[in-house]
Structures are given as C-alpha cells and as structure tokens.
Nanobody
Framework: QVQLVESGGGLVEAGGSLTLSCAASGGTFNMYDMGWFRQVPGKEREFVAS?????????YYRDSVKGRFTISRDNAKNAAYLQMNSLKAEDTAIYYC??????????????WGQGTQVTVSS
C-alpha cells in the first residue's frame, strides 16, 4: 500500500510560481508512474501531468499547462514534484498526487494523496 502526501500549495498572484511536492511511502516508488491531477468544486478531477517510471522522454501534460508546468521525480527521495510557473486564475484547484499506471483518466491510477489547495489571485 502506497501513501502519498502533497505539500506546497498556497495563495499566489497571477504570473507567480509554486512548486508542489509529493512524498511517497509504503511501496517501491521507482516502479510507479506518478501523476498530478486537479479538481475544482462541481467538476471532475482532471489530468495535469504524468511521468513514467522509466527514464527517457516520459513526461506528459495537458495542453493548457504545457510550457508552464514541469513534472519531475526523485527516486532516491521517493518524491515527485510539480513546478508551476506563470500561474493563471484558471489554475486554481485542489491538486492531487497519484501513483500507479499513467493515464489521463483518474480511474487508471491506484493511489492518491489528500490534495493541496492552489489559489491564484487575478
């Protein structure tokens, strides 16, 4: 059983930056794909970015964050990150870390963190 804990959310002005962290425990971290999703009240959880467990070109992003967000992982620290730059008001959401098999639908992922709130003021 994998436990995921997100941190790094907060309030930031439009155009600013935040880095989210996801600390994993209880599993073999380097075997899991890692992902970030986000959700606003009344809407479905949506894919933001994913990174495969293997090295090489292995990062995927939703179109609206390409060029602004960067996903990374540190297998030695059992951690994944989401660097968010040039933030926009529409990026406001609860951000969730996920582990399992990469995919753009939430149902493909096996493990979830509790979420961290990101609020971008315009």
């Amino acid at each position: 059983q994998v436990q995921l804990v997100e941190s790094g959310g907060g309030l930031v002005e439009a155009g600013g930056s935040l880095t989210l962290s996801c600390a994993a425990s209880g599993g073999t971290f380097n075997m899991y794909d890692m992902g970030w999703f986000r959700q606003v009240p009344g809407k479905e959880r949506e894919f933001v970015a994913s990174i495969f467990s293997w090295s090489g070109p292995n990062q995927y992003y939703r179109d609206s964050v390409k060029g602004r967000f960067t996903i990374s992982r540190d297998n030695a620290k059992n951690a994944a990150y989401l660097q968010m730059n040039s933030l926009k008001a529409e990026d406001t959401a609860i951000y969730y870390c996920a582990a399992g098999a990469a995919g753009i639908t939430a149902g493909r992922w096996d493990y979830w963190g509790q979420g961290t709130q990101v609020t971008v003021s315009s």
